[in-house]
């Protein structure tokens, strides 16, 4: 029996109508203007956007992958060196890796905040070890601290995947400000998302991003000479026009979505549910609200049945993909990783819904362990 619910794990859409009118005015307002590549919209945004993070300088990319993979090139990791990283996280971050030609090497996550543990990444490092790659996953930072000191320690680059963690933050400190630099997506799912692909290097160093800044546009630093070997990774004029509108609104934002979660953690909090922990000096942003339990996929189904569809971030670790199995090497066995991925599942979790909603979805959750039980 399915009831009237119907929810989705996210809501881009929504995002949009919440914002039509400023939206609609800038993307006029670019197509007015006849500068739709690398324009003054595009350079607003890197320094709005920079300033935000709380650091000196943004250079807009194409995507994500695109701003993982650049950060890591201008750090000149390339064929032969080893990036330290998890398998537990989105595809695009080994993928940026594999690109440069470098080798992935994969350690477990901590099981309370599902991401990079720090205790294992010492024994991770060889003499190829050139960078530790912190995935800040489903909103939460990582303890950029202990990252830090290993860094230091070792001569080690620290290139942040902030893919999932706009505005997060570890300590006073947001994500994308630890690092040498930092890597973000703008996927219209996003926490900060545009209407289509997009992402943004950041880093305080002005050397690195001018190494980004050439490697995004053929190695150009004047035009149709190129310096270096480059490609063509560009944010666009009409993404970045949207992005300035919804900058304004993502702190607002991540309140509502900290609100959604106060709700998630009461009203589920005396099920059999493990549900998303906030690690001390963190502050967690709640991209994704994942639950886990041992009988997740009966959940999901008994879920999708009554209208509230859910996702899994992610169902197979990428060292388990097929495509990247002989391509990265692991350290230890992932225990954790392997874990998560029979349990984990994403709630519906978008600023825009309301709270009623949530308490639905929570209370459809109790109604299931109850039959269970039962």
């Known amino acids: 029996m399915t009831t009237e619910i119907q929810l989705h794990p996210s809501n881009p859409l929504a995002n949009y109508l919440a914002h039509k009118d400023e939206i ?39 995507s994500g992958t695109e701003a993982l993979y650049l950060a890591l090139r ?19 971050t080994i993928a940026a890796i594999e690109l440069c030609g470098a080798t992935p090497v994969m350690v477990d996550v901590n099981s309370n905040t599902y991401t990079i543990d720090p ?30 000191d290993i860094a230091h320690r070792h001569k080690l680059w620290v290139i942040e995947d902030c893919a999932q963690s706009h505005g997060a933050a570890f300590g006073n400190r947001r994500t994308g400000a630890w690092g040498h630099i930092a890597a973000f997506s703008f996927y219209p799912t996003k926490n900060l998302g545009g209407m289509g692909d997009g992402g943004i290097v950041v880093t305080d ?35 970045a026009a949207i992005l300035r509108v919804k900058l304004h609104y993502l702190d607002e934002e991540n309140r509502k979505r900290q609100a959604l979660a106060a709700i998630y953690d009461e009203m589920l909090s005396s099920t ?7 690690a001390p000096n963190a502050t967690h942003v709640y991209h994704q609200y994942v639950a886990r339990s041992k009988r997740r996929d009966e959940l999901r189904k008994f879920l999708e049945k009554r209208g509230i569809n859910t996702l899994v971030h992610y169902p197979i670790p990428v060292h388990r993909q097929p ?24 709630l519906p979790m978008y600023p825009e819904l309301e709270p009623n909603k949530v308490r639905q979805v929570a209370k459809t959750i109790l109604l299931w362990e109850h039959e269970e039980i039962a």
């Open 323 to 346: 495509a990247y199995q002989d391509l990265v090497r692991c350290v230890g066995p992932l225990v954790n990783t392997d874990t998560l991925m029979k349990e984990i599942l994403s």
């Open 272 to 278: 059999t549910l493990i549900l998303p922990t906030c």
């Open 119 to 148: 205790n294992q990444i010492e024994r991770a490092l060889g003499e190829q070890a050139k960078a530790i790659v912190p995935v800040h996953l489903y909103g939460h930072p990582v303890d950029m601290e202990s990252i830090a």
């Open 24 to 62: 609609d005015a800038a993307i006029c307002r670019v197509l007015n203007e006849g500068q739709y590549i690398l324009g003054r919209e595009v350079s607003s945004f890197e320094n709005e956007f920079a300033t935000y993070i709380g650091v000196r300088f943004g250079v807009g990319v194409g």
């Open 74 to 92: 201008a750090c000149g990791i390339g064929a032969g060196d080893e990036v330290i990283t998890v398998s537990h996280t989105a595809v695009a």
């Open 205 to 239: 160093d002005n050397e690195l991003a001018e190494r980004v800044r050439l490697l995004r546009e053929y190695g150009w630093r004047q035009r149709y000479i190129s310096e270096s070997p480059g490609l063509n990774s560009r944010l666009d004029e009409l993404q």
